[in-house]
């Protein structure tokens, strides 16, 4: 899902506050969702760098009524560009969301 922060043309700003909203469905026990960004190629390293966390055993299933969760971070200091892309893991069990972007990042 897109985050609110995105909506306007303008590139986010670099250290600008991001709540990355989300879907999840299944049964979640001592989980954590973690925002993750790619790098300036839109690529998922290894080790991706993180934008937030949330300690959180909930399951957000539209099918089920329920809301979206959502991750709240920083925009990390990254290289400016256009081709930045945000994703959210879970921890327990282990599972990669939708990739969402492309998306500008810039200084300000």
Known sequence: M???VTFDTNAVCIGSVIDIPFYSTGVYTFNTYTAQISDSDGTFPASPTVVGTFANSATYDPALGSLPGSV???I???TPGCNYYLRIVSS???ATGTVWGPFCIQEC
Do not use: A, Y
Request: proline share 25%; charged share 0%.
């Open 72 to 74: 709240s971070g920083l």
């Open 92 to 94: 327990n069990p282990v």
């Open 76 to 78: 990390p200091v990254v």
């Open 2 to 4: 897109q985050p609110v």
